[in-house]
């Protein structure tokens, strides 16, 4: 069963068409990079798939079932700017992840629940390189700093996927670099399937296992028709990549392992 479905979406604001005839298929644990210029509707894409837009025409399925048409805890979300609170401590914004997930009403976690959620938490800050900072606030770190917080944040939550929109393109090369390296740990220490939306083509190839791009076939002036962005690429990256069986971490995503299921 694939992990996420488009079949046959459509996107329209009144005239205006942003994505036509979208249909792909989705592997479980997969790690899918979004590529194509400005305006081709790529964030539409995983804003559609995150539950803040609704398609026009077509459907979309998680897990083959319906997409919820909100946002929940099956779908985490790392934006370019910090996502994260600046109010909250580094670890109060990766224990916020489980509060709200746990204790829907409260957004809080008492006794054993908050000493447990704050053991997984404290390992996942060691885990994406912020052992020793838990106390400090947003605006005391770098901008890699927070990026790694943001996808604590998201991760603790446990989701089954995982979306990026251009997370790391405000960083600067070398922290991009090392962000790489962890994304790429990340994804192999987890359940997750990750769909990320970037402008660098090299980013795309270097940690993700298919890419897709997305474009506007036509676009002379002269055509008169409406239209929209679709497919027009479809790489699976060779050698095929795939993320390991078994994670490490003791964060895992709410999605059952196909290993253990005999898949």
Known sequence: MSAIRFDG???EYGDHIVLERITIDVAPR????LVGPSGCGKTTFLRMLLGEETPTRGRILIDGKPLRPEPDADR???FQRYSVFPHLTVLQNVLLGRELK???WLGRLFGGAKRAATEQAMVLLDEVGLKGHEDKYPSALSGGMQQRLALAQAIMRGPKILL???PFG???PGIRSEIH???????NETELTVVMVTHDLSEAFR?????VAFERHRNRPEERERYGATISRDLEIYPRRTAQPRPPLSIRSGRDDPAEQGA
């Open 9 to 11: 979406v459509w996107k």
């Open 30 to 33: 997969a790690f899918v990079a």
């Open 76 to 78: 985490g979300v790392v």
């Open 102 to 104: 746990d204790s829907k």
């Open 164 to 166: 990026l929109d251009e």
């Open 170 to 172: 405000a960083l600067d």
């Open 181 to 187: 390296e962890l994304m790429k740990r990340l994804w």
């Open 207 to 211: 940690l993700a296992s298919r890419v």
